[in-house]
């Protein structure tokens, strides 16, 4: 079924024209299905029709979204707060953490700009800040519970690393190991979801912190933080006045800012309801064509399989290599190839009709479910004929692999 999947994806991403363009950004931006105009069409006739009444429809389309995010994180009764972006969901959880009192933040040296930046600002502001190597992947969780003593308020870890696609593992003795301590975990799942199977049913005492712009093929606009059982406790200082929609706000007393329970706590202000209705035809038609946890794990372990096989039957004259270390179960949506030219290559690729995306020396390929076998092989001969324009313009660099 994996190697047929793409002949009967494909005729439902004509605005994208999946069929005919090589797009290997699969793990940044993949294509949206036909069915996300109809959303966004949706959203327009709602307003031309309701004006300001719209918002009833737009937070049924609201809870859409978080019926289609607790499906893919296996979650049927997660409580979801719902953002435009994990930056603006990540500090509002930061700021209900107890800073003054706990002001120590355990991360990974190889995490995301959101995490990364902010975080690195904080430590600007006088919070202590401890980041961990992020490799070996496999022993990060263990080396990250270490880091945890009492003036821990929260680790701050992804469950697939940006750069490389490596999973980490482990991350329910992580958990363990910040309850034990009072600390909270937050886990950043953006580049596993929809590529790689997630359970948040299996860590409840994390908050996981993701969206839809990759994988998940939503587009910008939705995002999402599930909120743990311990919550409850906690008051984001950053908050918005949709947190005031549940009867609670009214019984605060004078000078007092009440909160509701849950995941409504931690919610924003107005916003453009448009990426949610966008979002809700994309969770259906994902629903439609069985496209689960499950066998989108399939098609791309077939895929990246592919890749590597072309890639490693390449003469790459040394200017190019990939982690030979990790096992295939324990790597993501992309193919990571780490070269000192990858940005120059990427640019070549690009001319030569394949998007792909670099970071560093890191040049990134991700396949999507609707690309076909042989659009694979294509990319993989651009890149081959990228190279020997590499070795033949640095011929010093040239050589046997």
């Known amino acids: 079924m994996t190697a047929d999947l793409a002949a009967s994806l494909a005729p439902h991403y004509t605005m994208f024209r999946v069929s005919e363009r090589l797009l290997l950004t699969g793990h940044s931006h993949q294509a949206w299905p036909d069915v996300a105009l109809d959303g966004q069409l949706e959203a327009f006739q709602d307003a031309a029709l309701d004006v300001d009444d719209k918002w009833a429809r737009a937070l049924d389309k609201a809870e859409d979204v978080r019926a289609g995010f607790r499906r893919v994180l296996g979650d049927p009764a997660a409580e979801l707060a719902l953002g435009s972006n994990t930056h603006e969901l990540v500090i509002r959880f930061l700021s209900s953490l107890p800073l003054g009192d706990r002001p120590r933040l355990v991360t990974s040296d190889g995490e995301f700009h959101t995490l990364r930046r902010q975080l690195a600002r904080l430590e600007e502001e006088g919070l202590e800040l401890v980041r961990v190597p992020a490799e070996p992947v496999d022993t990060l969780s263990a080396r990250l519970a270490a880091e945890v003593d009492d003036r821990t308020a929260a680790v701050l870890v992804s469950a697939v690393m940006y750069e490389t696609a490596k999973i980490v593992p482990d991350l329910g003795t992580l958990a363990d190991a910040c309850e034990r301590r009072g600390a909270q975990l937050l886990v950043d799942a953006y580049h596993a979801l929809g590529v790689v199977p997630f359970s948040a049913a299996a860590i409840p005492s994390a908050w996981i912190v993701g969206g839809g712009y990759k994988y998940l093929q939503l587009g910008e606009g939705n995002c999402f933080l599930r909120v743990p059982p311990q919550a409850t406790r906690l008051r984001p200082v950053i908050t918005g006045w949709f947190a005031e929609f549940a009867e609670l706000a009214a019984d605060a007393g004078p000078g007092t800012v009440a909160y509701p329970p849950g995941a409504q706590a931690f919610s924003g202000a107005t916003y453009d309801p448009t990426s949610h209705y966008r979002a809700a035809r994309v969770f259906d038609f994902f629903a439609e064509h069985g496209l689960t946890p499950d066998l989108l794990r399939r098609v791309s372990e077939r895929q990246l399989d592919r890749l590597r096989a072309r890639f490693d039957a390449m003469d790459t004259g040394g200017l190019i290599s990939r982690d030979t270390g990790t096992p295939p179960s324990g790597i993501a949506g992309f193919?990571?190839?780490?070269?000192?030219?990858?940005?120059?290559?990427?640019?070549?690729?690009?001319?030569?009709?394949?998007?792909?995306?670099?970071?560093?020396?890191?040049?990134?390929?991700?396949?999507?479910?609707?690309?076909?076998?042989?659009q694979l092989d294509a990319a993989m001969d651009a890149l081959e004929a990228e190279l020997a324009g590499v070795r033949a313009a640095r011929p010093q660099l040239a050589g046997s692999r």
């Open 335 to 374: 193919l990571a190839l780490r070269s000192p030219h990858a940005a120059r290559l990427r640019d070549g690729l690009a001319a030569r009709g394949v998007l792909a995306d670099s970071r560093g020396h890191m040049l990134r390929l991700g396949p999507a479910p609707y690309l076909s076998d042989e």
